[in-house]
């Protein structure tokens, strides 16, 4: 496995991870889209050497088609989800003209509740 | 055999896009989908004939072998799945038609609710392991529009956190697929099962582990069942019902098909660390439910906890764990089905699911409270009703092989369950009506009490039939524990 694919996905993960745990929702969706790239990565990592071109003649040393086609499929998933993921936050935006994730008020009842008890 | 197995995708698949096309006539629209779910019903019916009588059937879609092609399995698990699974769809799509509103957001609804029935289906018939990922992000996909069906503000707050998660999760069950794929360089559940005996076991471990984390989120196993509770509240009952009933079942099949049939060899025997999870998974699950005051959200952390017992049968790779195991999570797609759609009767009756605010509905219709009391007491495993036989198989299960630890934990958490039960019951059933709507008997839609009462009588059924369903369940465990009949029926050799 090279080494330089190795890192593009770490770097790619590690910065997409980052974005997704930020309350913007904005910054939600493009943490998903460098997120999706770094798994494609590990994918492309995972068939082996880079070769000549699949399936042309047979030769031996071409590189795996499997990973390739796994990647397209999944690369579509993901642009069908982003695009549902931005028509949300849309959405979301249009409802509260703010682009962060709200809290959830029935969860923020029963924490409240917790604390008033704790401190009696 | 190909027509059968894939017949259930299918079916949905192509009724989907006709109910998109006739998205102007709701009659056309209920109707392609009632009869494409009682079709699928059928194959599944025949479907478990075939495999009760005959062992697993394998089809490849297209024609290539096995370890290359698109291969379909039916084992015994999956065939009862399948069952199960159609069943509830069905009962609910009636219910849903039955309530005003629910199907006619701009005739989206009929055509998303085949698809996740697709994605299901695909998911518990699949044997490969990349098609697993295509069949969870189909049925994904669908539960993200559904949860988000009347864009309001607490289903786009709520359907974001439970996106976000998602995607997450997939994201991770990608990452997963590939360093299987590294490590064995196939992505055939059989013949991964074959392939993984030669992989070092440290990496065997880890790669077990990665799984069971990511099928983890869509299962909601603690600690992450978080956005569980969160999310499923918010959305309209009949998708709720059907999200608790199949959704977080799918999951816990997932990981019970996994790690049973890929990573058998990584556990010799219980695993303390599946066990623990369970253990916590069921006393969190129930304290959660105990804390809260909306019959939905009560029972949304209800589904966290039941989802514990199931692991608990997995984490013992016994016999009759795995087999306790496969019966409680049949049981439990109707049951808490059954109690969801219960949950919107009452909603839809009175116009909250608040226990402030709802109360002495008994008096005000019997027939209700007789369709929640019945399912709500199968879940806390009262005998002689269907939740009963599970539980009981589990905790023997679980003493047999001296974990009592965590089959004590089991005990606890049945109990706490009949504790938060009483509640909605004593705070919703009983007591007086509000003086306002004293005497007045509930409005009630004929369709929807029909559904449910369907279902309920199909809980029943399963605490009747409880012999019969044990067994089969014993043979499905014996499947997942001793795969030779599958591999070789997938691999034909």
């Keep these: 496995m090279s080494l330089a694919l190795a890192v593009a996905a770490g770097i790619l993960v590690s910065g997409g991870l980052y974005l997704v745990l930020q309350r913007t929702l904005t910054r939600v969706v493009l943490g998903f889209g460098l997120l999706s790239h770094g798994a494609n990565l590990v994918l492309l990592a995972a068939g082996g050497r880079a070769g000549a071109v699949p399936l042309v003649d047979g030769r031996r040393g071409m590189a795996d088609p499997l990973v390739q086609a796994m990647i397209l499929t999944a690369i579509v998933i993901t642009f069908g989800i982003t695009a549902f993921l931005l028509a949300l936050a849309y959405r979301s935006w249009q409802l509260t003209r703010d682009d962060q994730v709200e809290d959830d008020r029935e969860d923020r009842r029963i924490a409240r509740l917790a604390t008033r008890r704790g401190r009696r | ?493």
């Design chain 2, 1 to 493: 055999m190909n027509a059968l197995l894939a017949l259930p995708v299918g079916l949905p698949v192509a009724g989907a896009a006709l109910a998109l096309l006739c998205r102007r006539s709701r009659p056309a629209q209920r109707a392609i989908s009632t009869g494409v779910l009682v079709a699928v019903t059928g194959v599944a019916l025949v479907l478990l004939r075939e495999v009760e009588a005959s062992g697993p059937v394998a089809g490849q879609i297209g024609g290539l072998a096995a370890p290359l092609g698109i291969t379909l399995v039916a084992d015994l698990f999956s065939a009862l799945m399948l069952v199960f699974a159609s069943v509830t769809v069905l009962t609910v799509l009636v219910y849903a038609v039955g309530q005003r509103g629910t199907d006619v957001h701009r005739g989206v609804f009929h055509p998303v609710y085949l698809l996740l029935t697709a994605g299901v289906c695909l998911a518990v018939l699949t044997g490969d392991l990349f098609n697993l990922f295509v069949a969870v992000e189909v049925m994904l996909a669908a539960s993200y529009v559904l949860i988000t069906l009347g864009a309001t503000r607490e289903q786009v707050r709520s359907g974001m956190t439970y996106v976000v998660v998602n995607l997450l999760a997939s994201t991770l069950l990608l990452v997963a697929i590939g360093l299987v794929y590294a490590a064995t360089g196939t992505v055939n559940l059989a013949d991964l099962s074959v392939k993984l005996g030669d992989v070092p076991g440290g990496l065997r471990l880890a790669l077990a582990l990665l799984f069971f984390v990511v099928l983890g989120v869509k299962a909601a196993i603690f600690p992450l069942f978080f956005w569980l509770p969160d999310a499923y509240p918010t959305a309209p009952t009949p998708v709720t019902a059907v999200f608790a009933g199949l959704l977080t079942k799918v999951g816990v099949y997932l990981v019970i098909r996994v790690e049973t049939l890929l990573f058998r060899p990584a556990f010799p025997g219980p695993s303390t660390l599946i066990l623990a999870v369970a253990a916590i998974t069921m006393l969190v699950g129930v304290l959660g439910a105990i804390a809260q005051n909306d019959i939905k959200r009560i029972l949304s952390f209800h589904i966290v906890s039941q989802i514990g017992y199931m692991v608990f049968g997995l984490g013992l790779f016994s016999l009759a764990g795995i087999a306790g195991a496969v019966f409680f999570v049949l049981n439990q797609i109707v049951v808490k089905t059954s109690l969801f759609l219960v949950c919107g009767l009452v909603e839809h009756a009175t116009g909250t699911g608040s226990l402030a605010r709802v109360s002495g509905l008994a008096r005000r219709s019997p027939l209700l409270a007789a369709l929640f009391l019945l399912p709500a007491l199968s879940l806390a495993g009262v005998p002689p009703l269907g939740g009963f036989v599970p539980k009981l198989a589990l905790v023997e299960a679980g003493f047999a092989l001296d974990r009592w630890a965590v089959a004590a934990a089991g005990l606890l958490a049945g109990l706490l369950t009949l504790f938060s039960m009483t509640k909605i019951w004593t705070g919703a059933f009983w007591g007086n009506p509000e003086p306002a709507a004293a005497g007045e008997r509930l409005q009630l839609p004929g369709i929807m009490v029909g559904a449910t009462a369907v279902l309920v009588a199909a809980t029943l059924a399963v605490g009747v039939a409880a012999r019969p369903l044990y067994d089969l369940s014993e043979r499905a465990a014996a499947e997942l524990l001793r795969p030779d009949g599958y591999v070789v029926e997938v691999l034909g050799r």
